[in-house]
């Protein structure tokens, strides 16, 4: 407030001084050059963030997040809180003259709740909190990147001392942007002069200092960063953040449901072993989705059935507005029951639901529920995945006389899978190296696992047409068949092993 009075000040001064030269007649052109081409370069170096210490600071720096906030990651919140012990604990780490703890490293797939561990750190800890991003330090002028380095640990310092705390914690998400290998950039001055900067003040961070500094970095691509910056006295901890297991999900899904009104139907057991592969940030999409569900539909609760279909939304995206032809219908529908009869053979209960309604680029799909989380795959386990991809178009062949281009994104799943088998080392070509292998051979043996499962899969859909034409009926009548109903459907004799 005080800068814009002295400011304002200044430019009424400047104006009357322009104004008295003018009226002597002095020739002011020059002078006022000279003032516009300052404006242009004060302009300039303010938009970069130079004559700023927390231009690019964009945290709020009191965070109230108790690690009890974030639900599953046990083993990544355990591996923080014991690395936070040398925060907490300071005066016995000085004593030990035990180096300091400088930096924590947080890797893993988008949306699993590092820049949430990040902010409890500082709540856990009592300490300010900074956070940028990794994008915010690149450009393409050399020397501003380091320059916002310098600002950004300087700031942390201040605001800690502002609030009254003795410790600040930075986080730096997309590290491997700010952090990337040295030389590997084209305009590498920058970059390099930028991450040199980085490891300065990582190095200059020491357990004397009045304020703690603890470094926090966040990224998907660890692959990417500079060795530099992983050995030991930088990035000491390195802590993994892995998608959610089944009891992860459900901590989650309840955490993120604490604040909406569930009816009784409500399992999220149920949604979180259907929501297998989601992320947090997946799992909060799913709340909320289902709760805009209800509120479309004027339910005053969510229902299981908005769950559901969150977790579809999430997966496929909104339903399309656009109206295939009755014929294109049928055949959406002969596809997606082909499928899921194939699934429920060769992997019984495994159907959740089918539907036909389009959403994102998909015409119509089955959901299926994986028994529980699998790591491992075995041969047989992933050729009935490759039977699975196989029976919609099979399907569309038996019931409709040929198939269709509806299929293309089966078979590619299928060759993923089949490609799998091969690598792995558990196909007929026993153990393999990949780098020495032709092309031909892997085409090969990718065609004959293809065919082998191809044969089977005509096999029993023959044996189940009428059955599949009857699950085709009732798909273009009501849009979706849920698991049971398509179970009871299917004669139990047919079933060839779970
Ligand atoms: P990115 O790598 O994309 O930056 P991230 O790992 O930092 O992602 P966050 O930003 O922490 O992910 O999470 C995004 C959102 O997802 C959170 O705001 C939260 O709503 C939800 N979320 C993610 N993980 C969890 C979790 N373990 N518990 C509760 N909510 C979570």
């Given at each position: ?15 009357g ?84 703890l ?63 705390k003795?410790?600040?914690i ?47 970095g ?6 990417l960063?500079?060795?530099a ?85 999430v ?41 036909i ?9 089955v ?40 299929a ?25 190296c990949?780098?020495?292998i ?6 090969q ?28 009926r009732?798909?273009?009548e ?21």
């Open positions: 407030m005080q800068n814009r009075r002295v400011g304002e000040v200044l430019v009424g001064a400047g104006l001084v322009l104004l008295y030269l003018l009226v002597t007649g002095y020739n002011i052109i020059p002078l006022l050059a000279v003032i516009g081409l300052g404006g242009l370069l004060y302009f300039f170096l303010e938009q970069k963030g130079v004559l700023h210490n927390s231009s690019m600071v964009n945290s709020a720096p009191r965070v109230e997040l108790p690690f009890e906030d974030i639900g599953g990651q046990e083993t990544a919140k355990q591996e923080i809180k014991e690395a936070l012990e040398f925060i907490l604990h300071m005066d016995q780490v000085q004593k030990m003259g035990i180096r300091p400088r930096g924590i490293l947080l890797t893993g797939p988008p949306g699993t709740g590092k820049t949430l561990l990040a902010k409890a750190a500082a709540s856990y800890t009592n300490s300010a909190y900074v956070a940028v991003s990794g994008s915010e330090f690149i450009e393409i002028y050399a020397g501003v990147g380091a320059q916002r380095v310098r600002n950004l640990f300087k700031s942390a310092r201040e605001m800690a001392k502002k609030m009254g003795s410790s600040s930075i986080f730096i998400d997309e590290i491997e942007v700010l952090g990337g290998k040295r030389g590997s950039h084209a305009s590498h001055l920058e970059y390099d002069q930028t991450l040199n900067q980085l490891l300065v003040e990582m190095d200059g961070i020491a357990t004397e200092d009045k304020t703690r500094i603890l470094l926090i966040a990224t998907n691509r660890m692959d960063l500079d060795p910056l992983l050995r030991p006295g930088r990035f000491d901890r390195q802590v993994r953040v892995e998608l959610p297991d089944r009891h992860g999900r459900l901590e989650i899904l309840k955490l993120h449901c604490r604040n909406k009104p569930l009816a009784d139907d409500v399992n999220l057991e149920q949604i979180a072993k259907e929501a297998f592969g989601f992320s947090g940030a997946h799992l909060e999409s799913v709340a909320n989705e289902a709760a805009v569900l209800a509120l479309r539909e004027n339910s005053p609760q969510i229902h299981q059935e908005h769950l559901r279909e969150a977790i579809e939304k997966i496929m995206g909104e339903k399309m507005d656009r109206t295939p032809s009755d014929e294109e219908l049928q055949r959406v529908a002969v596809h997606e029951a082909g499928h899921a009869i194939i699934s429920e053979l060769v992997r019984p209960n495994s159907v959740a639901r089918v539907t309604t389009p959403r994102g680029s998909a015409l119509g799909y959901r299926r529920t994986p028994e529980q989380d699998q790591y491992l795959y075995t041969r047989s386990f992933l050729e009935k995945q490759i039977m699975i991809c196989l029976g919609g178009a099979i399907a569309e062949e038996i019931i409709m006389g040929e198939r269709s281009t509806g293309t994104g089966d078979f590619e799943e299928a060759v993923r899978m089949a490609r799998r088998i091969i690598t792995s080392g558990i196909s007929h070509l026993g153990i393999i990949q780098e020495s032709s092309q031909e051979v892997l085409s043996a990718i065609r004959s696992i293809i065919t082998a499962q191809e044969q089977v899969v005509r096999q029993l859909l023959y044996n189940c047409r009428s059955c599949n034409a009857a699950i085709a009732l798909l273009v009501n849009e979706t068949v849920a698991g049971e109903q398509l179970r009871q459907y299917l004669s139990p004799g047919l079933q060839i092993g779970a």
